[in-house]
């Protein structure tokens, strides 16, 4: 008898707390609600020390809130969310804990491919950024099949920067550029002769259309959590309009209420953005 | 008919009362944001005061040698204010601060340069007195000076001295596709175009955002970037407290 009271009693707390969210999901969206939100999950590993659990719990949960705060963004119809999940500088850590935090990226990848996950049910395309040569074959493969399998989706997009910082990534798209240019420059030179071929450069537009980003429009709010203050050549090229919001609270422990304080400080701001957009 | 067209009506008023109140709700949340900046606002001030006046003993010592090279990104429409920019840099000057960078959106900044460089006891560009990389042991600040166009256009520019190299080196062979540059080519190709400047330990941003306006990206991979607010309302006790900050951050540089 007891124990059904208080499951009901969970279960009304838990329809209230929906009711609540919903609610303020409805007020923050008066405002404008931004299209584009990033995140550096910062601070798993400090939570994991700080509450002495067992090696890997922290990047574990850290998962759990980054999947929790996926479904957050889609119910406040935020179109755009991506996530730093491992740069190529991590791979300096220690080879075991690679091993863990890539077994745990292949296992969420495989989660999130099964036909029941968020990834269905709220029509998200996942889509991943970064140096995928640098993974491992399996969590390579699980990432494609991800990929493949939501790539029909169109309400939500989910980036994950995997393998990816943002200096490679610009290298990589001025390679890209230029090798279209060199194409362009062969043609032009059968064509119409060399002075014609001569003429053509690398534009900005050129590098950006090769960015692993270029599915996403610039970021709108980048949040760090764990209160640091550099974004750890993260997005470099896509900030230049970005609200850069640090929150001392560590990524686990994330909920939707510090979205909705990232979004608020994201709307006071707003308008000076908009209006330094426009100068672009 | 008649009920159900004013049943109709009942629910578009409802609707819109139920808007008026979101409305009235969203603008309530903002009011009391607004009133926690403001009161944090007052708390800063305060804080930057006993800071200025030596009160409060952590901020008496500083070191500075930590920070080489430090940016200032400014508001455009506050980079006209040069007096404020002078200030700001004797400040950086008396706390010992040797290499600073100045930026702004529009250029505002460089077009004032020879003014703020005349007026600023010390100061010498950046570049004048630069040699084979050396920030220390300067006896003078050096100050550069950059806009929005040092950023994605120099990219743009270093991406084509690296295009040059490629056709040149006849690189055209399928089997030669793969990494063809590298982030050192770059780094070089920036510096041959004259963008090529050191990375900011620390950023501080002047304006009404924390929001780094397209400061170079190549250079703030892993910059510290502080929101310092407007530049009318700067304060020496704030600068204090942001580079004292800067001093005791560890990073691990993804590690």
């Known amino acids: 008898m007891e124990r059904n009271n208080i499951s009901t009693v969970r279960s009304i707390n838990q329809k209230l707390g929906n009711l609540l969210w919903k609610g303020v999901s409805k007020v923050l969206s008066v405002g404008p609600v931004p299209t584009h939100i990033a995140f550096i999950m910062n601070g798993n590993r400090r939570y994991e020390q700080n509450l002495n659990l067992v090696k890997g719990t922290g990047h574990r949960l850290g998962l759990d809130a980054m999947l929790t705060m996926l479904m957050h963004c889609c119910e406040l119809g935020i179109k755009y969310v991506t996530v730093y999940a491992f740069s190529i500088d991590n791979y300096k850590r220690k080879p075991e804990e690679v091993e863990r935090v890539m077994d745990l990226l292949k296992f969420t990848f495989e989660l999130l491919t099964e036909k029941s996950s968020i990834a269905h049910h709220y029509n998200i395309k996942f889509h991943f950024s970064g140096n995928l040569d640098l993974l491992s074959e399996p969590v390579r493969n699980a990432a494609e099949e991800l990929m493949a399998k939501t790539a029909n989706y169109s309400k939500f997009v989910f980036t994950f920067c995997i393998a990816y910082t943002s200096t490679d990534e610009m290298v990589h798209a001025i390679q890209e550029a230029c090798e279209e240019r060199q194409c362009e420059m062969q043609e032009l030179k059968r064509n119409c002769g060399d002075y014609e071929a001569e003429k053509k450069t690398v534009k900005i537009m050129d590098i950006e259309k090769h960015m692993y980003m270029a599915v996403a429009p610039d970021p709108d709010i980048v949040v760090r959590t764990a209160g640091e203050n550099r974004l750890s050549n993260f997005l470099l090229w896509q900030t230049a309009n970005s609200d850069l919001y640090s929150t001392p609270t560590l990524w686990p422990e994330m909920n939707f209420w510090h979205l909705v304080l990232a979004v608020l400080d994201y709307q006071r701001n707003h308008s000076y953005l908009k209006k330094k957009k426009k100068l672009l | ?255």
């Open chain 2, 1 to 255: 008919m008649d009920f159900k067209k004013e049943m109709r009506i009942l629910c578009s008023w409802i609707a819109h009362f139920g808007d008026l109140l979101l409305r009235l709700l969203w603008h309530l949340v903002h009011v009391i944001i607004s009133l926690f900046y403001f009161t944090l606002g007052i708390a800063n001030a305060l804080e930057s005061y006993l800071i200025s006046w030596g009160v409060l003993k952590r901020y008496r010592s500083l070191h500075v040698n930590k920070l080489r090279y430090l940016a200032i990104v400014v508001e455009s429409e506050e980079a006209y204010e040069t007096s404020k920019i002078i200030a700001l840099l004797q400040w950086l000057a008396d706390i010992g601060v040797k290499h600073v960078c100045l930026y702004d959106m529009e250029g505002i900044l460089k077009k004032s340069k020879d003014f703020i460089l005349a007026k600023v006891d010390g100061a010498v560009l950046y570049g004048e007195t630069h040699e084979n990389n050396k920030l220390l042991d300067q006896t003078h600040m050096t100050l550069e000076f950059a806009s929005f166009c040092d950023g994605k256009e120099a990219v743009a520019k270093a991406a084509n001295v690296l295009f040059m190299k490629y056709v040149k080196s006849g690189a055209t062979d399928q089997n030669q596709k793969g990494h063809i540059f590298t982030e050192s080519q770059m780094t070089e190709a920036l510096k041959t175009i004259g963008s090529g400047g050191p990375e900011p330990d620390l950023l501080l941003v002047y304006g009404p955002a924390r929001c780094h306006l397209g400061f170079p990206a190549w250079r703030i991979r892993y910059t510290e970037i502080v929101h310092m607010g407007p530049l009318k309302s700067m304060k020496y006790g704030s600068l204090i407290k942001a580079i004292h900050k800067f001093t005791r951050v560890q990073q691990n540089y993804g590690k």
